[in-house]
């Protein structure tokens, strides 16, 4: 059975920092891109970053890109999301996924999501 659980999320004040994780597992990871996807309330869920579990390539969308910073641990089967000088618009429930295709998806797999929220 597979699994993303995140964990993380939390309240911030803005300029903070906040790592968010997502635990893996039943899946051969070495196979996988592993995303992560923000929902901000009224609006469409959005792409933020993605990393191929195989080779570490990275993508950012361009809202993150500099403050952002997607990695993988390979021995606990965790992908992480550190986010530095958050802003109030960077609030919204992050979910992470995986999919066997490429980063632009479609996406196999999610989480359940963690709220962060942060304060101006």
Partial sequence: QVQ???SG???VQA???LRLSCAA???TLSIYVMGWFRQA???EREFVAAISWSSGSKVYADSVKGRFTISRDNAKNTVYLQMNSLK??????YYCAATKGRWAGPYDYWGQGTQVTVSS
């Fill in 25 to 27: 597992s039943g899946l």
């Fill in 15 to 17: 300029g903070g920092s």
């Fill in 9 to 11: 999320g939390g309240l």
């Fill in 88 to 93: 109030p618009e960077d609030t919204a429930v």
């Fill in 4 to 6: 993303l659980a995140e």
């Fill in 41 to 43: 309330p009224g609006k």
